[in-house]
């Protein structure tokens, strides 16, 4: 092993012993080996133990180890210190402002064992309710743990739309007559991107590699004759399971003066970007016609946003005036139930101390409506997380699972399905538990929820924050199916955080969704009418 691998190694031993509380003097004296080995310009390799003993800062203990990484690539004391960390917790080691110590009150406190449930606690303000945390730190974290998702080469939509778009309005502004785009999976809005592509004129290739280069991800530049720019946007945009689903290889020419064009071509409906995954294309190809897929427009409240009365960053005046300026019709407010101690969970007398608050705001607010709701834990056994005297007092419950993830199939369907079995019981909540990029949840029957939801009048979560789009997309068309109502909402825990209503119209119309089928289509008198009668 050359030295610098030594000297990792070294101090990955000195971070798991204090993780795990291991002797503090032993830590630092590792730890303190470990810097001075780093910046030695000597070979170690080779060396007897007698003359790594007399190195300066080396001594016995520490050229034990040395030794013992030389001949088998590791120690048995790191070994061990590895077999018992959660495997995540070695990348939350990694990211910058974080030590050992307060990596293991994350651990310890929160649960957090990933880099996602790390970047997700950020975003839902865990993190400044321990000690030695703050906003500043915070913020600091979260974007140490972006850089290390960023040179995973995976990304969320939302992250790869923020700098894609950075690319192409680079290009445009130097290039503002030539046609450019994203194609590829940034283009279909997929929710997670492995790939950044765009596709540019070939006049203007030059400019844009040089552009891109300054970009702190790999972007693959297609090109294209401007005439035959739509050909080969449907054609790099698309899967090949669409573009054989569709007859592409039909097509003689390669000119065409839209996308809509070489549809019209085929003679078949055409296929917004997000469909064009090779899932759907029989249903509307036999069709005939069109979907018409739900808009961002389409929507005229806001349900499942967290207040500083639980885990929020805003009171409930300033997320329902960002609510107002927005231009929504009405605001849910649906923070977290008692159980959720962590999250500052409403104690009963909170509850009324809210909704008092909330009576006082319609007035002002009038006719702008905000709903009294919350977002109550499914506990262990199916129940929620109050008895039915405060329960009645809500206009509606976000019912989800927050703690417990670790279910077979059965027991995480039959908790859920008893939960949403209870009569108060609005919309299921992010109804597998997953963070993309982080934990793949717990697993459930999707059809037994979903036909669980239609024989009791529940609507189903499409968690719109970036990194949940739980319920996934896929399972739109069952819903719609089922006459299950599909609730769009942004999980805010800031007034920032309403804009991620975006991602889930996104992820919505990849899954066909129609303003019919969605909850929060409804105008506000429709909504109220519609929970009175169930």
């Known amino acids: 092993m050359i030295t610098e691998e030594i000297s990792d190694c070294l101090e990955v031993t000195a971070k798991l012993m204090e993780l795990h509380g291991e002797n503090p003097f032993k830590v630092k004296a590792l730890a303190s080996a470990a810097y001075r080995i780093s910046k030695m310009n000597a070979d170690l390799s080779g060396k007897t133990l007698q003359e790594l003993e007399a190195m300066e800062g080396v001594g016995k203990s520490v050229a034990g180890k040395i030794i013992e990484l030389e001949q088998t690539g590791t120690t048995k004391e790191l ?12 990348e939350v080691l990694k990211v910058k402002g974080l030590g050992p110590k307060k ?30 945390f703050g906003e500043k730190t915070q913020a600091e974290v979260k974007k140490g743990v972006e850089f290390r998702f960023a040179n995973k080469h995976k990304y969320h939509y939302a992250y790869a739309l923020a700098y894609a778009n950075e690319l192409v309005d680079a290009i445009k502004q130097k290039h503002p007559n030539a046609l450019v785009s994203f194609t590829g999976e940034l283009h279909r809005k997929c929710d997670v991107i492995n790939l950044f592509e765009i596709l540019v004129e070939e006049k203007i290739l030059n400019d844009a590699n040089e552009l891109a280069a300054k970009q702190s991800y790999t972007t693959k530049i297609h090109t294209s004759k401007p005439e035959e720019f739509y050909y080969e946007l449907i054609k790099t945009s698309s899967t090949e399971e669409h573009l054989k689903k569709i007859g592409f290889e039909k097509l003689t020419s390669k000119n065409y003066s839209s996308e809509r064009a070489i549809y019209e071509e085929l003679a078949i409906p055409y296929f917004e970007p997000e469909l064009r995954e090779g899932l759907f294309e ?58 959720a101690v962590y999250a500052g969970g409403l104690k009963p007398e909170k509850v009324i101390q809210q909704h008092v608050e909330i009576d006082a705001l319609n007035k002002k607010f009038a006719p702008f409506k905000i709903l009294k709701g919350i977002e109550s834990d499914i506990l262990g056994d199916g129940s929620l997380d109050y008895e039915e005297d405060i329960l009645k007092l809500f206009d509606f419950v976000v019912a989800s699972i927050h703690q417990g993830f670790k279910m077979d199939e059965e027991k995480a369907t039959n908790r859920i399905i008893k939960a949403i079995e209870n009569p108060y019981t609005k919309i299921l909540g992010h109804p597998t538990g997953r963070l993309l990029l982080a934990r793949p949840g717990y697993p459930i029957n999707h059809k037994k929820v979903i036909d669980a939801c239609a024989a009791n009048g529940v609507a189903i979560e499409l968690n719109a924050h970036p990194y949940r789009l739980d319920v996934d997309w896929r399972w739109m068309p069952y819903c719609m199916e089922k006459n299950v109502m599909v609730s769009i909402n942004p999980d805010a825990h800031e007034k920032t955080g309403i804009g991620d209503m975006y991602y889930g119209v996104c992820a919505a119309r990849k899954g066909m969704l129609s303003v019919g089928n969605c909850l929060n289509g409804f105008s506000v008198n429709d909504l109220i009418e519609d929970w009175q009668h169930k």
């Open 103 to 132: 990596v293991s009150l994350l651990w310890k406190e929160l649960g957090i064992e990933s880099l996602g449930e790390l970047l997700y606690a950020c975003n839902e303000n865990r993190l400044i309710t321990l000690k030695g």
């Open 282 to 339: 029989e249903k509307i190809i036999a069709a005939k016609k069109e979907p018409t897929l739900i808009q961002f427009t389409d929507l005229k409240g806001c349900l499942h946003n967290h207040s500083t009365y639980s885990d929020g960053l805003n009171s409930i005046e300033e997320m329902a005036n960002e609510c107002i300026r927005l231009g929504y019709e009405y605001f849910g407010i649906s923070d977290h139930s008692q159980t």
């Open 79 to 90: 070994a061990t210190l590895i077999s018992k960390t959660p495997e995540g917790l070695m």
